[in-house]
C-alpha cells in the first residue's frame, strides 16, 4: 500500500495527474488478462484485444 501512497505524492508534486488514468487502465487490463488465463471467459476475453 506504501507504493500506491509514493505513486500519488509523484504524481501530485510532478504534476503528472494526467497519468494517473492512464495507470488505472493499464492495471484494470492486466487485472483481467491474469484473472481470465485459466477461466471459461478466457476465449471471450482474447477476442476483445
Known amino acids: 500500500m506504501s507504493f500506491l501512497t509514493e505513486l500519488w505524492s ?9 497519468l ?5 487502465v493499464v492495471l484494470i ?3 483481467l488478462l491474469i484473472l481470465a488465463q ?3 471467459i478466457a476465449p ?3 477476442t476483445l484485444f
Open 44 to 46: 471471450f476475453i482474447y
Open 29 to 31: 487490463l492486466g487485472g
Open 20 to 24: 494517473a488514468p492512464l495507470i488505472l
Open 10 to 18: 509523484f504524481l501530485k508534486v510532478r504534476k503528472k495527474l494526467w
Open 38 to 40: 485459466g477461466s471459461v
